[in-house]
């Protein structure tokens, strides 16, 4: 009978107990599935470290559920600030880090003392990262680094910071950063990652050779071939850039006697021959394109062009084939100077990819090329664009061949053959631009801009030229200064003597036009300067190639300004006639140099614009 009531005090123990667990047990269990999903999106990691791996958005959704589930059901549990942190880090899963950065920010205000802080504070810097706040980012890395130096995410702050610094443009600082991985954590999961990250930053810092010590340890640490082949090219960039072109070479040539050259399809049967795509099937035409490219970078036209068609005959209709056609064609334009053959062996690269890939970028080429040749066939009166002929070829070596020497010479030739013309002095500004800005020869581009400055007054080259004179800093008298004459737009006058005065365009105010001669011509009314201090630089359209170093509205060749524009008359807008010569010269555009009209229609000065081409992206490169 004693021991009944013994269990009885027990199970009512017990029972206690459970109820006074049972709340903690179930908040518990709704953050435990908020971060089972959350580690599923992860893959294991803290977060998404490389968003090009991506994440299962599906999970982090569900984690965002659970988690709110704890800050709604349960605001006084002790995992109040663990759902609300992992809140946030789901949100940068599902690549929102703008609202992770406003979650956490107030993460202190909120929870003042979490012991979560220091953690919070890592992924703000992440979220920084990739909302593209770099400088912040890299910031509040250096504050957690300082507060929490030993933290299980402190490798991945010197990471993350490196690659904010990349994209800043310190790829020293990058470097360095990256370097605390190897030195400190060299277990870490994350080395080869950071290894990575230090290689390309000292390849953007030109220490070339440091670069490919790294490129070699990760091609020694790969586990396929496609990664070992990616870094070897990596090596061959460095190589490259450092102008040790047979080194590379060398390099390449040893890899490629590994490989096994495909035999040339079979293009008996009638059908349209078609590389057999296996795994690694393309490392063979990948190698010999790359060696045509360091040919081509060392100046062997021959032997470039030898390897790119050995690859277009043995991978037709191929990627491969069409980077190596494609590849033909810029060796004809940049090495070889033959515009037209270039032309031809750009039209073939579609054969081989169609319109998409290296297909799209011979046609962006093409444009520029067949716009050259279409002046350059125009009849014994097209003066006008045999002249913009002239400046689409020098601009074509300046920007898209990146030849300013060759440029030069073409810009010279156009001061000769128009001695005493606006063009000539716009040449001369010309060839003054490419001595200051890509040859750094400022003597001699003065003496050709006073030269514009003295001897073609009343052009717009010699307002160009004034304003970059003053822009170093030199002063130019203003007795040497003539405007240019105002251009007027055509007036029928047939109609104006037909017409009375009240049907033509209204000027805001009547005009009086005089009597009429006996030429039915009226006297056109006197323009109207704008005072020099009152003139304002305009801000270019664009800012290509070039701009950098000039001051705001300098414009180069290439780009497109609007004057500004007199109080609207009710007059009707007329724009220049199409095939005018274009302007191949930044022209610093200044306010007094465009003549405000008061009874002809408000102007547009125009620049012809000039298509401008990057050195083509080279798919054959480890950078990826």
């Known amino acids: 009978m004693l021991n009944l009531p013994l269990r009885r005090v027990r199970a009512l123990l017990a029972f206690a107990l ?23 999106g992860t893959g294991g990691e803290p977060y998404t470290v490389d968003k090009a791996g991506g994440g299962q958005v599906q ?19 002790k995992w109040v600030d663990d759902a609300y942190l992992l809140w946030a880090r789901s949100l940068l899963g599902q690549d929102d880090p703008l609202q992770t950065v406003k979650m956490l920010e107030a993460f202190d205000g909120r929870f003042p003392k979490s012991s979560l802080s220091d953690e919070a504070r890592f992924y703000l810097g992440v979220a920084y990262r990739q909302a593209r706040k770099y400088r912040i980012s890299v910031r509040t890395f250096d504050e957690f680094l300082e507060k929490a130096p030993k933290h299980d995410l402190a490798p991945y702050a010197y990471l993350e910071r490196a690659r904010a610094l990349v994209t800043l443009k310190e790829p020293v600082e990058a470097a360095a950063s990256a370097s605390q991985v190897l030195e400190r954590f060299p277990k870490s999961k994350l080395v080869d990652r950071a290894r990575i990250a230090r290689a390309d930053a000292l390849f953007d810092a030109q220490q070339f050779q440091a670069a490919r010590l790294d490129y070699q340890e990760l091609g020694r640490r790969s586990l396929t071939d496609e990664d070992r082949l990616r870094y070897l090219l990596r090596e061959v960039d460095c190589l490259e850039a450092a102008q040790q072109y047979d080194t590379g070479l060398a390099l390449l040539k040893d890899a490629l006697s590994h490989e096994r050259e495909p035999l040339p399809p079979d293009t008996t049967g009638g059908k349209p021959a078609i590389v057999q795509a296996t795994p690694g099937y393309d490392r063979h035409g990948r190698l010999l394109t790359r060696m045509g490219t360091v040919h081509l970078r060392q100046g062997n036209l021959d032997e470039a062009l030898s390897a790119y068609q050995r690859v277009v005959r043995n991978y037709p209709r191929d990627p491969v084939a069409a980077e190596a056609q494609y590849r033909t064609g810029y060796a004809y334009e940049t090495l070889g100077d033959d515009f037209e053959r270039a032309r031809q062996e750009y039209q073939r690269v579609k054969d081989q990819s169609g319109q998409v890939g290296f297909g799209l970028q011979a046609i962006d080429r093409l444009r520029t090329l067949d716009r050259i040749a279409q002046f350059r066939s125009a009849g014994g009166d097209s003066a006008d664009r045999r002249v913009e002929a002239a400046f689409l070829t020098a ?10 020497e060759r440029a030069l010479e073409e810009y010279k030739k156009i001061a000769e053959e128009n001695a005493g013309t606006p063009a000539a002095a716009k040449a001369l500004n010309a060839q003054a631009w490419v001595l200051s800005r890509k040859l750094n020869r400022a003597a001699e ?11 073609f007054p009343a052009t717009e080259a010699q307002l160009a030229a004034r304003d970059y004179l003053e822009m170093s800093g030199k002063s130019v008298p203003s007795d040497l200064i003539k405007l240019p004459e105002p251009q007027y737009a055509a007036m ?10 009240d049907s033509l365009p209204a000027l805001g105010k009547q005009v009086d036009f005089g009597p009429v001669d006996s030429l039915g011509l009226r006297p056109s009314p006197e323009p109207i300067p704008m005072p020099r201090e009152s003139r304002r630089p305009y801000v270019p359209a664009d800012s290509g190639p070039g701009f950098a170093g000039d001051t705001p509205g300098h414009v180069a060749p290439g780009s497109t300004v609007r004057a500004p524009e007199p109080p609207r008359t009710g007059a009707r807008k007329t724009t220049p006639p199409p095939g005018s010569p274009a302007d191949s010269l930044r022209r610093a555009a200044s306010a007094d140099s465009v003549l405000r009209k008061a009874a002809s229609p408000d102007s547009v000065l125009r620049v012809a614009p000039v298509p401008v081409h990057p050195v083509p992206s ?3 490169s480890g950078d990826e």
């Open 18 to 40: 459970l109820a006074a667990t049972a709340s903690s047990c179930v908040y518990y269990n709704t953050f435990y599935l908020a971060r089972r999903y959350y580690d599923r």
């Open 59 to 77: 999970e982090f959704g569900r984690s965002i559920e659970y988690s709110k589930k704890v800050l709604s059901q349960y605001p006084k549990s």
């Open 395 to 404: 601009e074509q070596y300046l920007f898209s061949v990146e030849k300013p």
């Open 445 to 455: 581009a003065d003496s050709l801009f006073w030269n514009v400055v003295h001897n």
């Open 492 to 501: 029928d006058t047939a109609i104006m003597l037909t017409q009375p005065p």
């Open 618 to 620: 080279d798919s054959t």
